[in-house]
């Protein structure tokens, strides 16, 4: 498969049939697995074969869907879990040791924060943050006791994007592993084991499944490094359920279709609501006005699907225009084959406080666009309805 290209990969890399020969690949809906003999169950237990043993460590679904994952990202190893979350901590957890130091863009997803600054100190684990502007000032926060360096890109909500060359050389200089959450991007449009990343992780949960049903995770890289958060996870159990494995090996399969037609989706949506009088500003990767597009256009194949825009009227505005959207609807989620609409200040940023939301790019009334699959225009009047 290895030489075959991306959409067909996405379709035809499956588990191998049973004896039923179907077409499309069952569900294996069972706990644990057997044996014919007692040494066939010593040897899988010895590592002497890879035969299937229990679904806390693999199962063919899962097995499945991180193979498929392995070639769309171009992995050497990869390995599933429960959610985006649990993908995120079982990494961290299983690669870093107590007195580690971690670098981190400063605007990384709310709950990948929360871990950086209440519980690794915890476990005396530190972490300094980044400014997307200024990659190359990673550099000046490096100590003998950084290991890891750990992005975004582009960034949840602020949409900055970073430059994965630049990062990769500060890492490979100087001895650290490179972790990229590539969430938002998906394979399709970014692959940064391609600029040197050792890590990706994925929020399944998002554009992978795309339909909103199902919650997972997604952990690939090299093998070495995928081994030991694997048996962190092994013994852990943040495990994906062959089910939610199942749904998102065939969402795969559409992948590219969603991807191309989400990016043209929300480029159309940026491009008609940019220069808008109520609007502060529009920011959209693809947009020439972005202050990274030139990162965008060389490592992103399309801008996404997440448009983001600020109300000159602050945060009542932000919620004012919320509460007048009639199709697009208020959830916290993104990726979906719906429009959905959130607005941090009043959701999932309001712990913050308006200095620190505006530190990380979050404006008062900043609104973010997942933008669907409907019909562009419909997607448009909606906002332009909202915002009159
Ligand atoms: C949603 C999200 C996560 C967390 O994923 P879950 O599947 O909700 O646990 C992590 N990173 C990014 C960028 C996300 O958007």
Not at 43 to 48: G, H, I, L
Request: hydrophobic share 40%; aromatic share 8%.
């Amino acid at each position: 498969m290895k030489d075959k290209s991306f959409e067909t990969q996405a379709i035809r890399a499956q588990h191998n049939r049973s004896d039923n020969n179907e077409h499309s690949v069952p569900v294996y809906l069972t706990s644990s697995f057997v044996f014919d003999t007692a040494d066939d169950m010593r040897a899988a237990f010895a590592d002497e074969n890879d035969a299937f043993i229990y679904s806390r460590y693999t199962n063919p679904n899962t097995n499945e869907f991180v193979n498929k994952m392995c070639l769309l990202e171009g992995a050497e190893a990869g390995v599933a879990s429960a959610s985006g979350m649990s993908a995120i901590y079982t990494t961290l957890a299983g690669l870093l040791s107590s007195g580690d130091h971690v670098i981190a863009c400063s605007s990384v997803f709310g709950a990948t924060h929360t871990i950086f600054t209440k519980y690794f100190p915890k476990w005396n684990i530190s972490h300094s943050y980044f400014n997307a502007d200024h990659p190359e000032k990673i550099t000046e926060l490096i100590t003998p006791k950084t290991k890891i360096i750990y992005l975004e890109t582009p960034t949840n909500p602020a949409i900055e994007v970073i430059d994965l060359e630049v990062v990769s050389k500060i890492a490979k200089e100087n001895k650290l592993l490179l972790v990229v959450d590539n969430c938002f991007a998906t394979p399709f449009l970014q692959q940064p084991i391609k600029y040197g990343a050792d890590i990706v992780i994925h929020s399944a949960t998002k554009y992978i499944d795309g339909q909103g049903r199902v919650l997972g995770g997604v952990v690939l890289g090299k093998k070495e490094l995928v081994n030991e958060i694997y048996l962190f996870g092994r013994i852990t159990g943040p495990s994906l359920s062959p089910f939610n494995a199942w749904v998102l090996s065939k969402s795969l399969e559409t992948l590219s279709l969603r991807m191309e037609r989400h990016c043209e989706n929300a480029l159309y949506i940026a491009t008609e609501v940019e220069g808008h009088p109520l609007l502060e500003f529009v920011k959209y990767p693809f947009l020439k006005s972005h202050p990274h597009y030139n990162i965008a256009i060389k490592q992103m194949k399309a801008g996404g699907g997440i448009v983001t825009f600020s109300l000159k009227g602050g945060f009542e505005a932000g919620k004012n225009f919320m509460d007048k959207l009639k199709m697009i609807k208020i959830s916290p989620n993104l990726g979906d084959s719906r429009t959905i609409a959130t607005h941090p200040a009043s959701s999932t940023h309001c712990k913050l406080s308006a200095q620190e939301r505006n530190s990380v790019g979050i404006t008062d009334g900043l609104i973010r666009i997942s933008v669907g699959l409907e019909n562009k225009k419909d997607i448009l009047q909606d906002i332009l309805q909202a915002l009159s």
